[in-house]
């Protein structure tokens, strides 16, 4: 979909295209405008922010939204604006949209509508012999009016940054298998380099050096290699410790040994989820020129069955020394995590880590889609998450980490196990574990299981990949940036 800024003007002397007209519940009450006023009375039309119609004037179609209250239009608010009005384009399988509104801040409101459109433009449709298969319909071009469009245009610019880099993300994400496998994915970040980027990429022979085990132990039954990227962005001052980001990359979990049952397990390609993320973020922050210091590390694994396989029972020694009893091969992304997070802790000690995973089936059972799984050992650290995934719509949920929890990876043979004793707190267990690799170092843990892909799609993302965890993190960043 193309996104164009214009000149507000009478949305009556439009002539190609439908014009869709965003109204707040303030405005609604107010508006004398005869499609409004058939909207009111047929519809119940309130400017409510869940409403949308089409309506037809002297023979042309008008689309009607609502933005909600004035008091509550901030700029998720308006991203959902921008959304709906791409969900009723396409609804009524309508090419041409132009949109019309007065709200304060015009310039700011006009990119922040135009990015909510974005989001929801999105398809992956690669695999599509003929695109028209595909079953939903694409608006294919998007224009937003405001008195100065210009400086719109320029609003949107970092913007459409980001939602590119979503879009790259969830590309990712959505990638079958038998064509994202970690030789290929580590292919894929070592382009990244033109984007400004270090990018370091370690191999199974370099990895035993480093005494690497635990994520070895992982990928040993895939005729792939397991792999380590390293991404550096140098955007801060010289010397100045970095953030870190850390992501779980396990492009297929058969569960190993303890295989998972065949139903949905097409859905384990997703388990790369959270190296994703990272790669987004770091391409967006290398595309935005931010002002910081960030390490990217992921690891690459592929976890397969077969005769070379790590067993139950098993136990490695992770790069930290500490030793881990493989109670469960399906418990993987913990045991490829705990590698990365010791080596990117040593290596670059950072201000703090955040590591993101699809870590844990418990984590959907407690939250659901609608909150990624928040564990931190530092409040104010917390506290800033917390408040950009309010901000952006990707929230997250802080959850309790404890000795008692602790208590519970304890291994009669080795310094931990893999899972925790019993049914319970199988998501507080996970991160417990991972704590145990990061020393004193600030440190923030998302399970990102339920929210890493959407089954039905939201305001924000259509069905499949959601790209959870670059818009947050991004946000994140910049409360570092000077």
Known sequence: MKINFAKAHDFSTLKNGVAVL???????KKANIKAVKFAKENFDFSGKSNQSFLVSENGKLIGIVGAGSEKKLDELALNKVGSKIVALANGAK?????????????????????????????????YFEDKKKDKAFHLESLTVTAPDAAKAEKEYAP???????????????????????????????????????????????????????????????????????????NGGKKGEAPLAFVGKGVTFDTGGISIKPSA?????????????????????????????????????????????????????RSMSGQTIEVINTDAEGRLVLADVLHYTNTKFKPKFIVDLATLTGAIIVALADV??????????????IESCGTKTGERA????????????????????KNVGS???????????????????????????????????????????ASGYGVRLLNELVKTYEK
Not at 286 to 306: F, T
């Open 422 to 464: 019993g049914r319970g707190a199988g998501s507080i267990t996970a991160a417990q574990f991972l704590k145990r690799f990061v020393g004193e170092t600030k440190w923030a843990h998302l399970d990102i299981a339920g929210v890493a892909w959407k089954g039905k799609g939201d305001a924000m993302a259509v069905k499949g």
């Open 94 to 126: 309508i090419k041409n949209v132009s949109v019309f509104f007065d709200l304060k801040n015009a310039a700011d409101a006009a990119a922040k509508i135009a990015f909510g459109a974005a989001l929801q433009s999105y398809r992956f449709n690669k």
């Open 371 to 384: 909150y990624a799984g928040l564990f931190c050992n530092d409040d104010d650290l917390a506290k800033k």
């Open 159 to 233: 913007l459409k940054i980001l939602a590119d880099n979503i879009f790259f993300t969830r590309d990712l994400v959505s990638e079958p298998s038998n064509v994202l496998n970690p030789e290929s994915y580590a292919e894929i970040c070592k382009t990244l380099s033109k984007e400004g980027l270090e990018v370091q990429v370690f191999g199974e022979a370099e990895m035993k050096k480093l005494g690497m085990g635990s994520l070895l132990g992982v990928g040993q039954g895939s005729e792939f290699e397991s792999k380590m990227v390293i991404f550096k962005w």
């Open 264 to 316: 949905n397990m097409e859905d384990m390609k997703t388990d790369m989820a959270g190296s994703a993320v990272v790669v987004g973020l770091m391409r967006n922050l290398a595309q935005r020129k931010a002002k910081v210091n960030v390490i990217g590390a992921i690891g690459l694994v592929e976890n397969m069955p077969s005769g070379t396989a790590q067993r139950p029972g098993d136990v490695v």
């Open 22 to 28: 965003v109204f707040t519940e303030e405005q609604a």
């Open 397 to 416: 949920w802080r959850l309790p980490i404890g000795a008692e929890y602790d208590e519970m990876i304890n291994s009669d043979i080795a310094d931990m």
